[in-house]
């Protein structure tokens, strides 16, 4: 018995030493869980206090989990070669529960724009089949509005206001205030994806009957709006730079995330675009998820602020 508790204690001084380490204490009274279309930070991937629920992910006869066994190199390859369109599935209301059933006190839900996927009635029906099952708790689901790195900013902001130590309550309506003033903002080398599944059902004007021509894509709650047009993807990019510049209020205020599909370079020019004309707290740049990596294709743009 005492050996136990020897052991015990041990494992709690190290984990102390570990948080120590890397200069942070893990408040554990909170959970925020997320769809895996959202791009987390490395340093978060890990971190107990988020959880990724993953989509599934379909080209033809090829079937993966958007999980940490994604490989974004074979999906792509994967996605050329097959002539059909890739789809997604998204989770189960019951995996939803289970990612609720935890000590924290609070849990904070950020999924894909209910517009453009399924998880976010999951997440609903989840909530509600985890209090029938396990009692009360304080869950909220937030339609994002948006996709990847647009659920990172939800994500992170959530983290910011529970460690700032703010109330649920506060916390939720900072949080949709938050989500109302961000801006998402993409640029496509191809469309058909978002096309051939019907997420371009709202955009009338779009002219991409030619590779040349690169709209500038945006979302209006939740729903892809066209923005402006360009030749070619660096024209498109500088397209992209001008209109956020334009639009974005309070930018110093703001940081800017930036989300690509297998083009780093791409996504370093258009960050020095941006910032040549608007000043930000701070910059952040991720490479797309499975999810993200399916709509985005390879060489897709994706901005928010």
Known sequence: MLYCIVIWLTNICLQGMRAAKKGMVIDMSY???????????????????FEIVPLGLEVGDYQVMDDETFNQKEFLEKVAAYPGCPKSSCPSPERYREAYHCEAQDVFVVTLS?????SHN?????KNLYHEKYGDKNIYICDSESASCGE?????????????????EEIVKELDAFRDAMHTYFVLDNLETLRKNGRLTGVKALVASTLSIKPVMGAIGGSIV?????????????????????????????????????????????KSMILDKVRVKDALVMDTAGISSMYANDGGIIVTI
Not at 33 to 41: A, G, Q
């Open 31 to 49: 959970k925020i869980v997320v769809d895996s279309c959202c791009e987390l930070p490395e340093e978060y991937k890990k971190d107990a206090r």
């Open 114 to 118: 209910s517009k453009l996927s399924g």
């Open 122 to 126: 999951s997440a609903v029906l989840g």
């Open 152 to 168: 990172t900013h939800i994500a992170l902001k959530a983290m910011e206001l529970e460690e700032a130590g703010l109330s649920f």
């Open 226 to 270: 066209q923005k402006g047009q360009a030749i070619g993807i660096k024209k498109a990019l500088t397209k992209l730079a001008d209109i956020l510049a334009k639009e974005v209020v309070k930018s110093e205020e703001k940081v800017l995330m930036i989300t690509h599909c297998n083009c780093p370079e791409r996504a370093e020019l258009i």
